[in-house]
């Protein structure tokens, strides 16, 4: 029994991930005693630089920053001067076969050869249009979500409605037009949305493989529209984070240190403590214990069931938990270059954007079909970024890597992840590329090649999914991460999900943690 | 009614929902015209003797959708229509196995757990959830569909509704209601069973069809849509019209004569007339006019407006709308004539799923697959089928000891790949006959002398469906039922209530809300909103008022 | 039909299941007794209504000694290292409290704290057990085993089961040389002989004994008990014989009395174990079991319905009977009802709407329609509040019995 003692800590947050460090950063802001505990020896998660080879840094897994939710970075001070972090904003450059590359800056295409495209306006327009609609949606990510147990007319669930139909007037102030076009795509696909305005070829491609960056979907999957929408959210320019995504990390880092918040690196949560359906703190790997009012846990919805003991949850939540979908498919293969390559039809600038091997729409489909299957991509989608242009301290020796977030390749391989499959994942990413860029292969002195199954391991994202499970509309807003368990509390008093499975969901937006924080506050369990 | 009209109301298409709007309008006093290209009404709900003394239900082929109310409002029964409730249905192993989904509840439970223990009880937990979710949609059919961007106090009450039945719910379900209708079957399955044979045969109601595979979210509720009809109020049963199809639009014919209705087949609509963006009549092939100040199109909404009316007619808006409606042919079918019973040598002597619907596809990647075949325009190498022998219990559809067979495949494509081009026109006779021998190959599989009793195939192609038929595309739903196009979206934005940019031209068929299936929804709703906004809207009876 | 059908089915599929409900393993011995030929399906087994005459089967349960064939409930077993706390995750009360060699009624909840169905607990071992039910849960108690270290098997097919109720029911055992029964306690689970358990548990509220074998003995069990039987007056029977013993007992039955949430269609139908009346089944102290949380919320906001035992005025049964507040508003409905032959009392269960049958039990009316060789009559009959069961003998718990 710990609950007699007095508990060291107002909260335990269980994961050194962005998400986790919002949530600490914002109960410390709070005034509260926080502590965050990371299993490994780095902070971050998926935000993480390191060395690759000798002398030679980048971001690990994720690479590019583009949808940091500015509510949070505000409350937070991230991008102060307590908590500097300093981005480049980088042009997408969407390769073709036939060398006519399209490069997209500021949100308008252009040839790489300086001319202009036909489909610029028709691009643009599109763009801001679902950024537009994204902005309305992006309300609903910084509150939790309605807690509709009251019943939809009762005066609770007509509070809880109150978000909801703010959401409403704010579509209602868009116009009846755009209302309509908002209602009807929401729930759509994206190779009918872009074809409907674009011709099938890299420019709609880049915003296909935008769409089903990280997830279990094709652009044919219906859906596939929000997550274009979620991913524009801040407008869809993407930043490269200077000495790459790890300063990310340590930019939120300093922001809980600021508040007063502990990390404590290589502290392996052994089991969360639960006394009288109350979280009261957690045992440690080594045997010891820590105690505290609450418990945060910003890894996955399912491992924080499992660290918590299935026994404390409903049967019926237990299976929802395990039947979330959280198959990643995307790897990350991190090579290192003895020199820069060259790419047809590109300027030596314009290598530094975001390249991306997404050459249709069709292609990103076609791209999907292997993983329902269990096999890999032959024609994966690919983006790819030689940070080293941008930010050159990243490496000291001449050497650069090129950083590429290669779909679709499955967690689970048939045949299993051996030695050759691994090899295989390496040599299609090469020769991908090296359509485009001839003699990249020679240029490969080391390939660094993470699968989703070593993704898991390594940050123990579930299924090595980006986003800790789908952002289909099954797995979103009162259903994320499961129905029942969406507003933070998980089940027991004091314990809350504070990752990115819990709503609004992935990517680096921090918007996960510091709702789950808010909630729990809100909740009095920490205090 | 204007004097110069000599109706009061045209339908364009003897299809089953133009001729249930013609009806109710009828018994409502109007005069209708309802003018039908072929020279045989029913639309895709006929019987057709293509091959001498069989009869065909050449398009759809069962029916359980069909709305209660609809067929006690127009007596359809009194007009000669029967149905016969069939028993459950099989999908067929190439080992020789098969899994029988019987229609006895207590038969069925020992024939899962055959395949699975497990799957025994998971099955009472999935169709707890498919009822429960027939039962939430079912009250919204006969209902206009909610606007919720109108202010207007019949749509607000109509949005009222949607939210008392939402809360009627409770938390809990709305939340496995939000799940159910965003998930994919295949999920959805995954979710309950662990037998991939059962899986694969359940699945093949999710994407019947549509151009989405078993994992393409919101093919769970496309379940519904094949799940949501009844025979006498079994949810989820199917049954046989005697005589086919076509005795469904006979006995809406007989209905429509009977309440003063006229029906001139043979007479193909050229073009809506249209003056100052109102309707006056039509136009037909043969030079006819006819006029009148209502006019319905049976039609779908891509050809309604993109082949009918003259686009300056419509606002810009409008056509783009039209234009993106997504209508993909993705079914095939095959109707066959057999000089025998053929020999399923699985299937136990005497047993009551014979009589139902049998399927080859035995597990969800296979279907899968299937559908992958058809997004790159090619027809599935691996069909799924819905196939049955209906002349087992209706000998009128085929001579003593011989039988008809319809079967009905998933995935074809209508704009077929030939060459890197992918185009309508490229079903040639040579790939029709390809296409067929895919078919048969696979129903080999569980029937390996069918092609021994084979005396005549007819071949049915997305394009034979839609020259025939007339159904764009030859979508059997006349538009996908995806979200983007369902409820308020149908058949576009801002005319989900069968009416359309034009005064007095409304659509009728499965373009609109609540969309396809042989259920005359469309059909009933839109009279109703016809009658309404004619001032007669006391006259429609009340059942499906 | 028969030319359309020729030809076909060569050589049918060997492992096909029969279509239609199947005998049970009685099904040989109850057959010839059957007069009345008033079958029903239970579970997928031909079960009898009614052998005989429903008088002569209900008279026997409460002054002879009676058989009902029970082997179309459901019976799992639960073994393993967690299977005690799989048990106790499961139901509501504290299953720890269930001694080895001992059996307990329980009732189990979903996440909503709504009933999914009750049943007899066996505890053959620390962590062996059986749950015995009307509803399959199989599926479900590998839901609730997910994560523990147990087995779970379905045992139904493979055991058969006798019920022997009514005051002789002891004799008879005796009489088949089974006596060593006679020591049992009311709850007591023992095997007699290898193979061949025995609990003294029933369903009729006197004293009996339930009897459990494989199916492969189930005839010679049966025979067994028949022959000498005959002098205690043992008889075979159908379910409405059994149906009114258990509402004299005041048990409930699923279906009738409460709606097995996991099988219900429409919403709302689910009711808490407090609202059944069995409130003393749930222990929130023992720690978490499946919808204890929404239960410990209700227990706050108090029952929503409240399932009561009623004693009727006037002799006609008050079947389908909607309860009436003054005569006027209508507060609730009788589950189940029957003109009690022992007592000489006209018995219901009714389920009323909080908070009448909570706090509220004056002005009560039940509405009863009588139909007498086609004429109807509407009839207002007050109901009065009983605590215990209707009918309660001191043999039920006698140790050993005498031969009543």
Excluded at chain 3, 81 to 90: G, I, K, S, T
Aim: glycine share 10%; with cysteine.
């Amino acid at each position: 029994m710990v609950s007699s003692t007095n508990p060291e800590y107002d909260a335990i947050v269980i994961g050194a991930g962005h998400n986790g460090l919002a949530a600490a950063a914002t109960l410390a802001r709070k005034g509260l005693r926080v502590v965050v505990l990371e299993q490994s020896a780095q902070i971050g998660g998926m935000s993480r630089t390191s060395e690759i080879s000798e002398g030679v840094r980048a971001s690990r897994i994720a690479h590019l920053l583009y949808n940091l939710n500015p509510v949070v970075a505000k409350e937070l001070g991230i991008g102060s001067a307590s908590s500097p972090l300093a981005t480049r904003v980088i042009p997408t450059v969407t390769l073709s076969p036939d060398g006519r590359h399209v490069v997209i800056r500021d949100g308008t295409p252009a040839y790489a050869d300086g001319s202009a495209h036909p489909e610029a306006a028709t691009y643009a327009a599109l763009r801001s249009r679902l950024h537009k609609f994204a902005q309305l949606l992006g309300r609903l990510s910084t509150m939790s979500p309605p807690d509709l147990s009251g019943g939809l007319s009762s005066m609770s669930g007509l509070k809880e409605l109150g978000a909801l139909a703010a959401l409403g007037l704010d579509a209602k102030r868009l116009g009846k037009k755009d209302m309509r076009e908002f209602m009807r795509i929401i729930l759509s696909n994206a190779n009918d949305v872009l074809l409907d305005e674009l011709e099938d070829g890299p420019l709609a491609g880049s915003l296909a493989a935008d769409a089903v960056r990280g997830s279990c979907s094709g652009p044919r999957s219906p859906g596939t529209v929000f997550s274009l929408m979620y991913r524009l959210a801040q407008g869809g320019d993407v930043a490269l984070p200077i000495e790459g995504m790890g300063a990310v990390a340590d930019a939120f880092a300093k922001a809980a240190r600021h508040y007063g918040v502990k990390i404590n690196t290589r502290t392996s949560v052994e089991k969360i403590i639960i006394e009288h359906d109350r979280a009261r703190g957690v045992v440690l790997q080594d045997g010891s214990t820590i105690t505290a009012k609450t418990v945060m846990s910003s890894i996955g919805a399912f491992q924080s069931m499992m660290l918590t003991g299935a026994e404390h949850f409903d049967a019926e939540a237990v299976r929802r938990l395990r039947n979330i979908r959280h198959k990643g498919t995307a790897a990350k293969v991190n090579l290192v270059l003895k020199d820069v390559p060259v790419f047809a039809g590109l300027q030596p600038d314009q290598r530094a954007g975001r390249l991306l091997v997404a050459p249709s729409v069709t292609y990103v489909e076609r791209a999907f079909n292997p993983v329902k299957y269990g096999d890999m991509s032959t024609h994966p989608v690919i983006e790819a970024v030689i940070p080293g242009l941008a930010d050159p301290a990243l490496s000291e020796a001449g050497a650069h890597v090129m950083s590429a977030i290669v779909q679709y390749v499955p967690h689970t391989l048939n045949g299993g992840w051996t030695g050759e499959a691994r090899e295989k994942l390496v040599r299609l990413t090469i020769d991908s590329l090296e359509q485009y860029a001839p003699g990249l292969g020679s240029l490969v002195a080391h390939a660094d090649a993470l699968t989703p199954a070593d993704i898991e391991a390594e940050t123990g994202a579930p299924g090595g999914h980006w986003h800790h499970g789908e952002m289909s509309f099954d797995q979103l807003l009162t259903v994320r991460p499961v129905n029942r368990l969406s507003r933070y509390n998980f089940g027991v008093g004091g314990l809350y999900l504070c990752g990115a499975s819990a709503h609004p969901g992935g990517d680096v937006t921090g918007a996960a943690g510091r709702n789950s924080a808010l909630q729990a506050i809100k909740d009095g369990v920490a205090s | 009614m204007g004097k110069h009209s000599k109706y009061d109301a045209i339908v364009a298409g003897a299809g089953h929902n133009g001729l249930t709007a013609a009806c109710y309008m009828a018994k409502a006093g109007l005069k209708v015209l309802v003018v039908e290209k072929s020279d045989w009404i029913g639309g895709a709900a006929v019987s057709r003797e293509l091959h001498e003394g069989w009869t065909y239900s050449n398009c759809s082929y069962v029916c359980s959708l069909l709305r209660r109310e609809i067929v006690r409002d127009l007596e359809l029964p009194r007009f000669g229509l029967q149905v016969i409730p069939y028993e459950g249905g099989a999908t067929l192993t190439p080992d020789g196995n098969y899994f029988a989904y019987l229609s006895d509840h207590d038969a069925l439970r020992p024939e899962i757990g055959r395949h699975s223990k497990k799957d025994v009880d998971a099955y009472e937990r999935f169709s707890q959830t498919v009822v429960r979710q027939c039962r939430f949609i079912r009250p919204f059919l006969l209902r206009n569909a909610v606007d919720p961007t109108s202010l207007k106090p019949r749509d607000l009450n109509e949005m009222l509704f949607l939210i008392r039945k939402m809360h009627d719910l409770g938390a809990r379900e709305l939340g496995e209601t939000i799940r159910f209708w965003t998930m994919s079957i295949g999920d959805f399955l995954d979710e309950h069973f662990e037998t991939d044979l059962i899986k694969a045969h359940i699945a093949g109601s999710g994407i019947i069809g549509t151009g989405l595979g078993v994992y393409s979210p919101g093919t769970a509720y496309v379940l519904l849509h094949h799940y949501m009809g009844d025979v006498d109020g079994a949810i989820g049963a199917w049954g046989f019209a005697r005589g086919g199809m076509g005795a469904i639009s006979k006995a809406l014919a007989a209905a429509f004569e009977e309440a003063g209705g006229e029906i001139r087949t043979g007479s193909g609509v050229d073009r809506f007339l249209v003056k100052n963006g109102k309707v006056r009549g039509v136009a037909l092939e043969n030079g006819d006019e006819f006029e009148a100040p209502i006019v319905a199109s049976n039609m779908d909404v891509k050809r309604t407006f993109l082949k009918h009316v003259g686009r300056s007619e419509l606002p810009d808006d409008f056509v783009t709308a039209v234009e993106r409606f997504k209508i993909r042919g993705s079914s095939g079918k095959l109707n066959i004539a057999l000089d025998a019973l053929p020999n399923f040598p699985a299937i136990p002597k005497g047993a009551s799923f014979m009589r139902g619907d049998l399927h080859c596809s035995t597990s969800l990647a296979e279907l899968e697959r299937a559908y992958d075949d058809w997004k790159d325009g090619r027809w599935s190498s691996e069909p799924y089928f819905d196939m049955l022998i209906p002349s087992q219990i209706d000998p009128t559809l085929a001579p003593p000891g011989s039988h008809m067979m319809t079967v009905f495949v998933q995935y074809a494509p209508y704009d077929l790949e030939v060459d890197g081009v992918r185009s309508g026109q490229n079903w040639s006779d040579a790939q029709r006959k390809a296409f067929a021998d895919t078919v048969f190959d696979k129903i080999e599989t569980g029937c390996p002398d069918i092609r021994k009793h084979v005396l005549h195939a007819e071949i049915r192609t997305p394009l034979d469906i839609e020259n025939e038929v007339g159904l764009t595309e030859g979508n059997i739903f006349q538009g996908e039922l995806t979200f983007d196009q369902l409820i308020f979206n149908r058949p576009v934005p801002g005319y989900a209530q069968y009416g359309t940019p034009i005064d007095g031209l409304y659509i009728v068929g499965s373009s609109a809300h609540p969309g396809g299936g042989v259920m005359a929804a469309p059909g009933a709703n839109a009279a109703r909103e016809i009658l309404r906004r004619n001032g007669r809207g006391k006259a429609m009876p009340s059942h499906a008022a | 039909m028969t030319v359309i059908m020729k030809d076909i089915h060569a050589e049918a599929f060997a492992g096909a299941v029969p279509e239609g409900i199947v005998p049970t393993p009685f099904h040989d011995r109850l057959a010839p007794l059957s007069k009345a030929k008033r079958w029903t399906g239970w579970a997928g087994y031909i079960s009898p209504l009614v052998l005989d005459t429903l008088e002569f089967e209900y008279f026997a349960i409460r002054n002879q000694a009676t058989l009902f064939d029970i082997s179309p409930m459901h019976k799992y077993r639960i073994s393993g290292p967690d299977a005690a706390r799989v048990v106790n995750r499961l139901i509501t009360r504290n299953a720890e409290k269930i001694g080895i060699g001992r059996v307990g009624y329980a009732m189990w909840c979903d996440e909503e704290g709504m009933v999914i169905d009750d049943g007899t607990v066996f505890r053959f071992g620390e962590n062996d057990w059986r749950l015995c039910c009307q509803e399959p849960q199989y599926s479900w108690l590998l839901d609730v085993a997910w994560g523990f270290d147990v087995d779970i098997s379905d045992e139904s097919e493979e055991i058969a089961a006798l019920s022997l109720q009514g005051p002789t029911s002891f004799s008879v055992l005796q009489a088949a040389g089974l006596g060593a029964a006679g020591n049992m306690n009311p709850f007591d689970l023992t095997e007699i002989e290898k193979d061949l358990w025995i609990s003294r548990t029933g369903f009729t509220g006197d004293l009996g004994y339930e009897i459990w074998m494989p199916a492969s003995t189930a005839l010679e069990i049966w025979d067994r008990l028949w022959g000498p039987g005959q002098t205690w007056g043992l008889r075979a029977i159908g379910y409405e014989a059994l149906n009114i013993a258990r509402l004299e007992a005041g048990f409930i039955a699923a279906g009738a009395d409460f709606q097995p949430v996991h099988i219900a269609q429409r919403l709302g139908r689910g009711r808490t174990p407090m609202e059944l009346g069995f409130g003393r089944m749930v222990d929130f102290e023992k720690g978490h079991f499946n919808g204890r949380r929404a239960l410990l919320e209700q227990m706050k906001k108090g029952p929503r319905y409240q399932l009561v035992r009623l004693d009727i005025d006037g002799f006609e049964p008050a079947d389908d009977a909607l309860i009436y507040y003054r005569g006027k508003k209508e507060v609730g409905h009788v589950t189940s009802a029957a003109w009690s032959p022992t007592t000489k009392r006209n018995i219901a269960l009714a389920e009323l709407k909080a908070p009448f049958g909570v706090e509220k039990f004056e002005d009560l009316w039940a509405e009863i329609f009588v139909n007498h060789e086609g004429v109807w009559d509407r009839r207002m009959k007050r109901i009065s509040f009983i605590k215990g069961p209707f009918f309660k003998n001191a043999r039920a718990r006698a140790t050993p019995p005498a031969a009543f």
